[in-house]
Each structure stands twice: as structure tokens, then as C-alpha cells.
């Protein structure tokens, strides 16, 4: 099991983070720069996810930017 997939699974079955979205991101350095990734990740419930997804996009020091975020339930939808 790699990482990400362990990650996750702690968050799911331990934390009781079961809430899931999806969100594109934006890298921007290193190998993968001005690539633009989906991805899926559990948080707590959307505001948690949303409040991540500024924090990550305010942040100097992560190599990428979050550019929209999906409640694939709801198709609630933002961009940062």
C-alpha cells in the first residue's frame, strides 16, 4: 500500500473523515510544474476542505495551488 493510500485510510477509518472531494491542483515547480492534477481527499466535512484548500493556496512554502474544489454529493463547487 503506498502512502497516499495509507494516509487516507487513517483519515477514513480512524479519524472519521469520511467526507470526500475532488479538487485540481496546479504545481508550481519541479518536474511536474504548470501541470494541473485532480485529485480526491477526505476531510471532516466541505468548510474543513475549503478552509485546507486556502491555507495550501496562501502558502509560500507548498509547491502548488489549489484552483477548484468539488463536492461530487452536492456539485458544490469553489475556486480559490
Keep these: 500500500m503506498n502512502e497516499d493510500k495509507m494516509i487516507e485510510t487513517l483519515k477514513q477509518e480512524y479519524l ?3 467526507f470526500v472531494v475532488e479538487f485540481e491542483k496546479l504545481v508550481l515547480n519541479g518536474i511536474a510544474k504548470g501541470l494541473t492534477i485532480s485529485e480526491k481527499m477526505n476531510f471532516v466535512d466541505w468548510n474543513d476542505a475549503c ?16 484552483l477548484e474544489m468539488r463536492n461530487p454529493a452536492t456539485g458544490e463547487q469553489e475556486t480559490f
Aim: proline letters at 5%; hydrophobic letters at 55%; a positive charge.
Design 16 to 18: 472519521g473523515m469520511r
Design 51 to 66: 478552509d485546507w484548500a486556502r491555507k495550501v493556496t496562501a502558502s509560500a512554502t507548498v509547491p502548488f495551488v489549489i
